[in-house]
């Protein structure tokens, strides 16, 4: 069995076509495990859409931010709730003109439903009885905290209670991570799209497993940022600026404040400059 697993694409059909070639350069595999996060937050909500609908046995599973843009409905009691914090009143009006031009965007392509009926999570068991769980953020949540490579033993302790698996798969944060609790593992493939500043690529994992066991390997491939970058300057997201500071590396999430000053460590990565 081999596994293509990716998430956070994040409206980049550039750096997703990117890590759908280096795949087939790999030689192909079984399916794939798609972690949400889709189209939000990114110059080109649908094209992602139209790859992933292309792929052969693939599961795609919900974000965060894929049930906001089919659920988001603002109206002025959210700015009532925030009207005490400036702060947070530019929060909720940035995010209120991103999902809604997502939204609008999704809805004249046709896409809503599509992404409407979006799963939570996944399970499967690999060939050596291995049980895998897929989710975007942590078991039973799509938002969140998230695991990050600041979580505590304590915190992960949390977030995996009634997990009822020994491999669990999740994205969500944008790190490529490995963690261990007890016998059970944790890992995030990292980001298509918008990821921490540290490192622009595009960042996923493969898994190979068979009745002896599985292996995961983390890939990062790089791609036409230039072209990305460029794509977004010239489109009319409402969320152009944060867009950018990602794409640019200068893109920052409250667990990196978390970690000061100490390093973010990364799993080994097997970095492809191009399909190989």
Known sequence: MRLAILGDIHGNPLALDAVLADIAAWGGVDGYLLMGDFS???????????????????????????????????????????????????????LARSFA?????????GWIEWMRDLPLEHRLTLPDGTRLLAVHASPGKDDGPGVTPATTTEQLTALMAGADADLIVVGHTHW??????????????????????????????????????????????EYDLDAAISAVRRSDHPARDYILAFLEGRGQFGWQA????????SPFVKNHSRAE
């Open 176 to 221: 490529p991570q490995v963690h261990t609790l007890n016998s059970m593992r944790v890992i995030n493939p990292g980001s298509v799209s918008n990821p921490p500043a540290g490192d622009t690529r595009a960042s996923y994992a493969r898994l190979q497993a068979d009745s002896a066991g599985y292996t995961i390997d983390f890939c990062r491939v």
């Open 40 to 94: 939000a937050i990114g110059p080109d909500p649908v094209t992602p859409l139209e790859r992933i609908a292309a792929l052969p046995n693939a599961v795609c599973l919900r974000g965060n931010t894929d049930r906001g843009v089919v659920n988001f409905d603002f109206d002025d009691s959210d700015l009532d709730e925030v009207s005490g914090d400036p702060a947070r009143v530019g929060q909720v009006l940035r």
């Open 101 to 109: 031009w997502t939204q609008g965007y999704l809805s004249a392509r």
């Open 258 to 265: 978390a970690l000061g000053d100490r390093p973010v460590a």
